[in-house]
């Protein structure tokens, strides 16, 4: 077996992507943005990250278009007055030649009663637990849910509408998307609760949110490494079937870096540090 570097250094191409090298920069929360709107510190951030040659950015993880996503006012969100920022960001990066993806973080119930922005509201979860028989909230209602996905969508948009070069949803590490993947934390009787497939269901409408509101070509990925935290087993999700609207444009995270695996679910990619 050889242990050559070299085919980190080769372009990888995925449809209308096509990326210099195969190396990739993990989100990792910097919580360097007051008021949660990235400044030019964080532009000259990034920027340097690309003049440094990554193959491609993904972004800290961002709040996608829904009140209780963060829990911290010092990370950014990915709408409204923010998108100024981002635009600033996107602009300094592709001076240098780079390409970036935000990475769309919704921290679900791991955000604590009274913390980040909005603390007058409760935070959510599937079933309004922040662990096993710890209930801290009411369940999501159909609404929140619809709500919550639809701030998915928006934010996805807003990426393709600035010029991002695709998106990616934080899937993992115990925030709301995992929050519905395990039974610890995910109790439903409806249509978004049951067994370990049935569990899958609020990813994959937050997939088909995010597909219906942007390009065809737009790429999208899932940080999908599941139960590295406390709560959560240590053992990742089954991988939904693929449907071909849905997911014949998903780009997990291991395929960026290495090879194209076209799978949402189930890559135990150590890319993710939010």
């Given at each position: 077996m050889s242990l050559s570097p070299a085919p980190l250094f080769t372009p990888f191409k995925l449809k209308n992507l096509t990326l210099p090298n195969r190396i990739v920069m993990a989100p990792m929360t910097r919580s360097k943005s007051p008021g949660q709107i990235p400044g030019e510190d964080v532009a000259a951030y990034y920027a340097r990250r690309a003049e440094g040659g990554v193959g491609l950015i993904i972004t800290e993880g961002v709040a996608p278009d829904h009140p209780v996503a963060l829990n911290d006012h010092n990370v950014p969100n990915f709408h409204g007055d923010a998108l100024d920022g981002?635009?600033?960001?996107?602009?300094?990066?592709?001076?240098?030649?780079?390409?970036?993806?935000?990475?769309?973080?919704?921290?679900?119930?791991?955000?604590?009663?009274?913390?980040?922005?909005?603390?007058?509201?409760?935070?959510?979860?599937?079933?309004?637990?922040?662990?096993?028989?710890?209930?801290?909230?009411?369940?999501?209602?159909?609404?929140?849910?619809?709500?919550?996905?639809?701030?998915?969508?928006t934010s996805a948009r807003h990426a393709e509408e600035l010029g991002f070069d695709g998106v990616e949803i934080h899937g993992a590490h115990g925030y709301l998307i995992d929050q519905f993947f395990w039974e610890g934390t995910n109790e439903r009787p409806d249509a978004f609760g049951?067994?370990?497939?049935?569990?899958?269901?609020?990813?994959?409408?937050?997939?088909?949110?995010?597909?219906?509101?942007?390009?065809?070509?737009?790429?999208?990925?899932?940080?999908?490494?599941?139960?590295?935290?406390?709560?959560?087993?240590?053992?990742?999700?089954?991988?939904?079937?693929?449907?071909?609207?849905?997911?014949?444009?998903?780009?997990?995270p291991a395929s960026i870096a290495s090879t194209a695996r076209h799978a949402a679910f189930g890559s135990r990619s150590s890319r993710t540090r939010t």
């Open positions: 981002w635009a600033k960001v996107l602009k300094a990066v592709k001076a240098q030649g780079g390409l970036i993806m935000p990475q769309l973080w919704h921290t679900g119930l791991m955000r604590k009663p009274g913390s980040g922005p909005n603390p007058h509201m409760t935070g959510v979860g599937p079933s309004g637990l922040a662990k096993p028989g710890k209930k801290v909230a009411e369940p999501m209602s159909t609404a929140d849910i619809d709500a919550v996905i639809a701030g998915y969508a049951g067994d370990m497939i049935k569990r899958t269901k609020f990813a994959v409408e937050v997939i088909k949110g995010i597909r219906a509101a942007v390009s065809k070509s737009f790429p999208c990925s899932c940080a999908g490494r599941s139960g590295s935290n406390k709560t959560m087993p240590s053992n990742s999700p089954p991988r939904p079937k693929r449907s071909k609207n849905s997911w014949n444009h998903w780009l997990p």
